[in-house]
């Protein structure tokens, strides 16, 4: 009887650390955001650098395949240059919703290197104040796809340090006014450092 007792109370212990394995995780990063200049019906973009903040969710579906949401924000100006407005500025809140597929690879010692790539929304709004000088904008909310690789390094069965590039692409603002309509792609870089916890 006691065997018995024992052997139950092994299974107990055992069935109770497997649940209890991570299979979702949070992270918190700082982000770079780098936009190229863009060139399209004798308009021309630029936005500045900046950095912001990014958020994600991941829920492991397999000890390899996992899914993935994502905000981000940042804040930086665009620049609108055409024949008859050499000099059109917006102050701009950018925000990136996105879900995406991630794929890990075979780790290396606490190296966890992996993949990923998406869909998502590029929400750009125009914050009207002292350095916005077009006034009858708009917000854009610009469809576009996600990819990204990083790797991770372990801390702890709680926590990794994750150092990844992540590039957006999606159609470059006009805040609603036809005259700064490119009809171009731009790709957003946001290269990411920050940390995750395991859950």
Known sequence: ???????????????????????????????????PQVNGNAVQVNAT???????????????????????????NSTAFRTSFLPNGRVHTRQQEISAAYVYNFRNFRNFNPFAEAGVGAMLFSPIKDFRTNLLDTNRNT??????????????????????????????????GLTNFKTNRYQLVSMPALGVAYHF
């Open 1 to 35: 009887m006691k065997k018995t007792m024992l052997l139950g109370a092994l299974m107990l212990v055992a069935a109770a650390g497997y649940a209890q394995e991570s299979r979702q995780d949070v992270s918190v990063s700082a982000i770079g955001v780098f936009t």
């Open 49 to 75: 650098g900046t950095v912001g903040f990014l958020g994600s969710y991941r829920y492991m579906l397999t000890p390899r395949s996992a899914l993935e949401l994502n905000y981000s924000f940042a804040q």
């Open 142 to 175: 610009n469809i576009g796809g996600l990819f990204g690789a990083g790797v991770a390094y372990e801390l702890s069965p709680s926590f990794d340090i994750r150092v990844e590039y992540r590039g957006f692409v999606a159609k470059a603002p006009d805040f």
